[in-house]
């Protein structure tokens, strides 16, 4: 199909008219309802349903629009993937959860651009469900996340590993801190070791996706909740939260997955400076060099 007739099809629901399409695309308004005509006859559907008011969609076109946008977000996808910037010799493109490009990711693209920088980076953020089908999909050469899924052909390296440790801040008023306490959702292997350790554990009235603003909260309202040692240790050197001796400390696995059949010119320096950047962190326990097909 010509991108163009998906994109002119696109334009005519933005702007409710062919006349609008035609302004924003520079042509004719013939253009336009030739082309809504051609795609109509390839389709073998009416997508529009004209009227004074301008034109609507039928069944056929709300069903056909996300396939529309899709195959526009492909080909521009496909566009910056075939395109290197000029000096490079290949691009590498990398998800991470939010939480971990704030904490240490972050310092992964200075490692690149300082010992690998030939290669130019495409660095986002995702969750770990959006990634996986992105790897899968060919979207992105590397994902890192604390809790992939199984799947075929994709290869699961263990990069590091911590502790999760509960710690708790004093709480305004004079409450108990066992009373103010943060469920930040640190991924399922996480849900499975909390659930084993409290299985009492009432339903949390605080439920936090993202660790960096969780330990924000605590800090600012009291509280308590599980977060990486690496995370706090520089509050609980200047004592501003504590660890509570009794609980239990769990293990927070940090894994980078690529597709099994990943140019290893690309993915090795990039697991490298994952391993060397998590190698300055001592509060990590190292396990490199782990790698599953699927899950470990």
């Given at each position: 199909?010509?991108?163009?007739?998906?994109?002119?099809?696109?334009?005519?629901?933005?702007?409710?008219?062919?006349?609008?399409?035609?302004?924003?695309?520079?042509?004719?308004?013939?253009?336009?309802?030739?082309?809504?005509?051609?795609?109509?006859?390839?389709?073998?559907?009416?997508?529009?349903?004209?009227?004074?008011?301008?034109?609507?969609?039928?069944?056929?076109?709300?069903?056909?629009?996300?396939?529309?946008?899709?195959?526009?977000?492909?080909?521009?996808?496909?566009?910056?993937?075939?395109?290197?910037?000029?000096?490079?010799?290949?691009?590498?493109?990398?998800?991470?959860?939010?939480?971990?490009?704030?904490?240490?990711?972050?310092?992964?693209?200075?490692?690149?651009?300082?010992?690998?920088?030939?290669?130019?980076?495409?660095?986002?953020?995702?969750?770990?469900?959006?990634?996986?089908?992105?790897?899968?999909?060919?979207?992105?050469?590397?994902?890192?996340?604390?809790?992939?899924?199984?799947?075929?052909?994709?290869?699961?390296?263990?990069?590091?590993?911590?502790?999760?440790?509960?710690?708790?801040?004093?709480?305004?008023?004079?409450?108990?801190?066992?009373?103010?306490?943060?469920?930040?959702?640190?991924?399922?292997?996480?849900?499975?070791?909390?659930?084993?350790?409290?299985?009492?554990?009432p339903i949390p009235a605080l439920f936090i996706g993202?660790?960096?603003?969780?330990?924000?909260?605590?800090?600012?309202?009291?509280?308590?909740?599980?977060?990486?040692?690496?995370?706090?240790?520089?509050?609980?050197?200047?004592?501003?939260?504590?660890?509570?001796?009794?609980?239990?400390?769990?293990?927070?696995?940090?894994?980078?997955?690529?597709?099994?059949?990943?140019?290893?010119?690309?993915?090795?320096?990039?697991?490298?400076?994952?391993?060397?950047?998590?190698?300055?962190?001592?509060?990590?326990?190292?396990?490199?060099?782990?790698?599953?097909?699927?899950?470990?």
């Open positions: 199909m010509d991108l163009e007739l998906a994109r002119t099809f696109l334009e005519v629901i933005g702007t409710g008219s062919f006349v609008g399409a035609a302004q924003r695309l520079h042509v004719t308004q013939s253009t336009v309802s030739a082309r809504i005509r051609l795609l109509e006859e390839q389709l073998g559907r009416r997508l529009f349903a004209r009227n004074k008011e301008g034109v609507t969609l039928t069944a056929a076109g709300m069903r056909f629009q996300r396939h529309a946008a899709a195959l526009i977000r492909i080909w521009q996808q496909a566009r910056q993937d075939v395109a290197v910037p000029l000096g490079f010799r290949t691009t590498l493109r990398i998800g991470g959860e939010a939480g971990l490009w704030n904490r240490w990711l972050h310092l992964w693209v200075t490692w690149m651009h300082q010992n690998a920088a030939d290669i130019a980076l495409r660095c986002e953020v995702g969750v770990p469900d959006g990634m996986m089908h992105a790897l899968v999909e060919g979207l992105l050469d590397i994902g890192v996340m604390y809790s992939p899924q199984g799947r075929s052909g994709l290869k699961v390296v263990l990069v590091a590993e911590e502790d999760l440790v509960l710690i708790e801040a004093e709480p305004a008023g004079g409450r108990a801190w066992h009373d103010e306490q943060i469920y930040v959702d640190w991924g399922d292997e996480f849900r499975r070791q909390h659930r084993l350790a409290f299985p009492d554990f993202l660790g960096t603003l969780g330990f924000d909260y605590l800090l600012r309202n009291g509280g308590a909740g599980y977060f990486p040692r690496s995370l706090v240790a520089p509050q609980l050197a200047a004592e501003a939260v504590r660890i509570v001796p009794e609980a239990p400390t769990f293990a927070l696995p940090i894994y980078a997955v690529h597709t099994v059949a990943a140019d290893p010119q690309i993915i090795g320096p990039a697991l490298r400076g994952l391993r060397a950047i998590v190698a300055t962190c001592s509060d990590f326990t190292r396990r490199t060099g782990q790698q599953t097909e699927g899950m470990p």
